[in-house]
Every structure is written in structure tokens, then in C-alpha cells.
């Protein structure tokens, strides 16, 4: 594995927003879901497709805080704008679990 300088790190742009909306994306060839996610007033919204479907239902998820990375450019999946990377772990069986904070904090914080 190779190493990256403090300085590199600090340049990827990884924050904390809500979920405000999630829909089902049957256009998307694997199964995802589209995400709109609040990152506070300095972010505003953006929009994710991520693949959660296996572990988690429409439903549950707006109102969650997730955590993303921002600046890694925009992505076309199946004609959706994906504005941002929304965070998460294998669980054993490979299924996406999101990476949260244990304890609501403001939208838009920037993990350090």
C-alpha cells in the first residue's frame, strides 16, 4: 500500500450532510438508490446514486446523516448527475453498510 503526505489528504473534501430524499433508479444497470443529501448552508444539496438497496429501505434513510466525499467530480450512472461519493463498508456478505456519525452533528462538517 502506498502512503499520501498529510497535505493530499486534506485536499479530498469528505462532510457530513442528511438525507433529504431517496428514490428507487431502475434505469441503473446494478440496483442503487438516488440520493438528495442536505450538506448545510456553505454546501447546499447534492445528489448521489449509491448502491443500498440490499441493506436498506427507502424509507429508513431520509433523515440520515452519511458521510461523503465532495470534490472527486461529477459522474453520469445511467443519466443521473451523481455530485458526490456517499461513504461505506462491506459487510461480510459485500453489501453496502453507510459510514455515519454515532451522534447528529451539523450538516457540511468536514471530517479531519
Given amino acids: 500500500m502506498s502512503t499520501i503526505s498529510y497535505d493530499e489528504f ?3 473534501d469528505i462532510r457530513v450532510g442528511t438525507i433529504v430524499e431517496a428514490e428507487e433508479f431502475p434505469r441503473a444497470r446494478k440496483p ?16 448521489s446514486a449509491a448502491g443500498l438497496p440490499a441493506r436498506y429501505v427507502l424509507e429508513e434513510l431520509v433523515g440520515r446523516q452519511v ?6 467530480g461529477v459522474r453520469n450512472i ?22 455515519a456519525p454515532t451522534c447528529a452533528v451539523p450538516n457540511g462538517g468536514k471530517l479531519f
Fill in 32 to 47: 442503487l438508490y438516488r440520493l438528495r443529501i442536505d450538506f448545510g448552508p456553505e454546501v447546499g444539496e447534492r445528489q
Fill in 67 to 72: 458521510v461523503a466525499v465532495l470534490n472527486l
Fill in 78 to 99: 445511467a443519466g443521473f448527475e451523481s455530485q458526490c461519493l456517499t461513504l461505506g463498508l462491506p459487510d461480510e456478505e459485500g453489501e453496502t453498510i453507510l459510514l
Fill in 10 to 12: 486534506d485536499k479530498v
